[in-house]
Antibody, heavy 121, light 106 residues
């Protein structure tokens, strides 16, 4: 079964750092782009960025560039989303998702279960 | 960024109803549109890609149409599990923006 399994919920204070993970299984992990999508409480979906595990090529949304870092460790079939200094406005559910095909621009066909990140003093 | 505008933002319907949701792009995106369903508390699921191609395992009651700037998702006969929020997304250019969502309520 093709699936993405994300790390568990996090509660952090403003200014703290965080790295959440997304582990793929059931398919050839290096060959498919993996992306991150933010959903703030009660709001819609926002595209954060994508990474190609094969060569670590990364594309960011201008809205998130400089605020987050996307990375991957293909030896453990895992993608990461990290913050160096969290803000309250980072409170949201973060989904990882895999592209439908090997194309750089494509629909998200496989989704992780989501990681709830809460930032509060 | 390309703006994706969905309408309506919400609608009320009954089981068995036919429902149509619209999505308009701020520029020509050919047929690079996908549609997702998100049930409460769950991750989104892909329904349709390339404007009209049904994703594997999605019931045939879902259909998509359109090209250029105007797109439509149609549910021919609402089922209880279809009461959810639906999103369109353009995959024509970075960032691949989503529409604001349409909530289908009972």
């Amino acid at each position: 079964e093709v699936q993405l399994v994300q790390s568990g919920a996090e509660v952090k204070k403003p200014g703290e750092s965080l790295k959440v993970s997304c582990k793929g299984s059931g398919y050839n992990f290096p060959n498919f782009w993996i992306g991150w999508v933010r959903q703030m409480p009660g709001k819609g979906l926002e595209w954060v960025g994508i990474i190609y595990p094969g060569d670590s090529d990364i594309r960011y949304s201008p809205s998130f560039q400089g605020r987050v870092t996307i990375s991957v460790d293909k030896s453990i079939s895992t993608a990461f989303l990290q913050w160096s200094s969290l803000e309250a406005s980072d409170t949201a559910i973060y989904y990882c998702a895999r592209h439908l095909s090997i194309a750089a621009m494509d629909a998200f066909a496989i989704w992780g279960q989501g990681t709830m990140v809460t930032v509060s003093s | 960024d390309i703006q994706m505008t969905q309408s309506p933002s919400s609608l009320s319907a009954s089981v068995g109803d036919r429902v149509t949701i619209s999505c308009r792009a701020s520029q020509n995106i050919k047929k690079y549109v996908s549609w997702y369903r998100q049930r409460p508390g769950k991750a989104p699921n892909l329904l349709i890609y390339a404007a009209s191609v049904l994703h594997t395992g999605v019931p045939s009651g879902f259909s998509g149409s359109g090209s250029g700037t105007d797109f439509t998702l149609t549910i021919s006969s609402l089922q209880p599990e279809d009461f959810a929020t639906y999103y369109c997304q353009q995959t024509y250019s970075v960032p691949p923006t989503f529409g604001g969502g349409t909530t289908v309520e009972i």
